[in-house]
């Protein structure tokens, strides 16, 4: 197979140092920019173990629709870096934004204001992206093959990269992700905003736009509701919770510019999804050689039970860890609220590949 999209690879080897997490010395940090052929940029962030041994195997976690990458993964509080938590156990880990997100270049259909224009980022361009970043880990790894963990829209991204370049992927992660297995949806398809009114089943481009604002309230509507108990800090430590909004908010240089403040987020991971959510398919899970791990949360509200069940089923090497009492938001949730385990199913998938 050929290789993915040519890229030009301007790397930054080390840009500056971020915090080690947690104050843990055993882990080091590297910011580096993948320069793409179009002079547009992507942040990607390396935690590894302080000790150079050779790596178990390098790790690609890439964000979902909203919050950028490090904001989801590699919080500096502790239990809020499942990247921290990786790589202690061996992996090199890379966390990559895509265009539009964090730390990477934005289209500058970004800088005006919103609620105009066509959604930015579907799926074609994350998968090129993610190609990006592939070439980019296994060059900076120095291993042939990635594995990629996906949450909820980052792993709809990574299967479509995935189904495409299966020779560039060693084990494949998807968490709470939609794949089109059914033609109802709860909240995104048929009667939800995202549908046009006078056009059932087609897309509300008019509200949705290029680009969407979220405030750092809109982050905790759906993870709120979906914690079944009154008292969410039993759920979910609030210095998470805190660093989370914090960091989603501080990956946006524009976001103190409003009132309330809020960040930016590319519309096309809301424009698929909504496509998913009638049942129309962007890859086939069949074309998923590779081991294939499915994560369900029981109290998810993005995936659908449907999804998780398609693609064990459809996948030819794919397992299926369902996560009882747990939320869509599981990696950032308490150690007994389901993190235990949803961590406990990922490295073990993870150390299979050093076997």
Known sequence: MTRPNAIFLALISTVFAAPVFAGDDRLVRT????????????????????????AVSAVLLIHGARVPSVASFDLAVPGGSIAAELAAEGHSVYLVDLRGYGASSRPHEMDALPGGGTPLMRTDEAVSDVAAAVEAVAEWSGDGKVSILGWATGGQWAAAFAARHSARVERLILY????????????????????????????????????????AESLFAAWDKSIPVPDKSEWRDPAVARAYADMALSSDPTSAERTPPSFRSPSGAMADSFELAFGRKQWSAEALTMPVLVIRSQYDFWSRPEDAAAIAREAPQASLVELPHATHFVHLDRSEAGRSAFLSAVTQFLDLAAR
């Not at 910011?31 to 050779?54: H, I, K, M, S, Y």
């Not at 709470?176 to 009667?191: E, I, K």
């Not at 897309?203 to 949705?208: D, E, I, Q, S, V």
């Open 31 to 54: 910011d580096r920019f993948v320069t793409l052929a179009g002079g547009e940029r992507l942040f990607v962030r390396e935690v590894r173990p302080a000790e150079r041994q050779q």
């Open 176 to 215: 709470n992700s939609l794949y089109g297995a059914s033609d109802r949806h709860p909240t995104l398809g048929r009667g939800s905003p995202l549908e046009a009114p006078d056009r059932p089943g087609s897309l509300n481009m008019a509200a949705l736009g290029a680009y969407r604002l979220n405030t």
